[in-house]
């Protein structure tokens, strides 16, 4: 198959997929089974690197937000920390232990099933955050902890941040606003990871072809991403995470009856 066209294929996968609470990663490596395209250090490097397109959408969209106050970098800043010290530590062993595609269909099912049961547990009350100025550390290092639990194969980056913005006290749009501006850290720093994990090897990973395959699926993904951001504000504020908890269901299902059968 054209390796553009599986670019431009894997950056709307990436684009659609990383800020929605439906984990990225597993949309990716599903996408990539389903097209039939073949384990690498290229793809793997291809995976995180159209991460940085897609995360490019936040300051661009969140420009003016990003200097309206000085106080969100602190809490940016104590959220990714336990992130970048168990991402060090323990994201190659999470990698090996928990992997397969059974593991994503049964972490998808079970994701989907806490994202329909999030609101009920927590209703929005008068003394939750409208606003990610009025948060405090204390809660952004436990958001940083719920995030961690994204180097599980089949969690979603963004689904466990959100789901620990709300569990610390913050209303939907700004459980939503934060997770955006958690990634921007936490994406550059595995990008970062993924760079000097393969350092010996990028003369071969950045051959012209794949050098521009990884630009064109970068590109789509940040325009993606854009459309992607802006919907799911308004979908979150007006309806919730239900809606994504039952794709995330009927995801699982559809891919464990998809591996039974094959």
């Known amino acids: 198959m054209n390796q553009f066209f599986e ?26 089974k389903l097209l039939g395209i073949e ?11 159209i991460q940085l397109g897609a995360i490019a959408a936040v300051p661009f969209l969140y420009f003016k ?20 010290i168990l991402g060090i530590l323990l994201d ?33 009350k008068d003394h939750q955050h409208d606003n990610i100025d009025n948060m405090s550390i204390p809660q952004s290092i436990k958001i940083g902890f719920y995030q961690c639990l994204a180097m599980i194969p089949g969690v979603s ?22 997770s955006f501006l958690l990634g921007i850290p ?15 090897d990028l003369d071969i990973i950045l051959n012209p072809n794949n050098s521009l395959a990884l630009l064109l699926g970068a590109f789509i993904s940040f325009i993606i991403a854009l459309i992607t951001i802006r919907w799911m504000v308004d979908l979150v504020n007006k309806f919730g995470f239900k809606f994504f908890g039952y794709y995330r269901v009927l ?12």
């Open 186 to 200: 936490t994406i550059l720093g595995a990008c970062a990871k993924k760079l000097l994990d393969y350092r010996h």
């Open 65 to 84: 937000r990003l200097f309206q106050s000085l106080k969100v970098y602190k809490y940016i800043i104590a959220s990714f920390i336990p992130a970048a």
């Open 92 to 124: 190659d062993l999470l990698e090996s232990l928990f992997q397969g595609y059974w593991f994503i269909a049964a972490s998808w099912f079970v994701g989907g099933l806490l994202l329909i049961k999030i609101d009920d547990w927590v209703k929005d």
């Open 39 to 49: 384990s690498s250090k290229y793809l793997n490097f291809f995976t995180v690197f």
């Open 251 to 262: 995801a699982g299902i559809f891919l464990a009856i998809y591996l039974w059968l094959n």
């Open 157 to 178: 980056r963004s689904g466990a941040s959100i789901i620990g913005g709300r569990l610390v006290g913050l209303n939907h749009r700004a459980a939503v606003e934060f």
């Open 7 to 32: 670019a431009i294929v894997l950056g709307i996968v990436e684009g659609l997929s990383e800020f929605l609470p439906i984990s990225s990663t597993a949309h990716i490596i599903v996408t990539e």
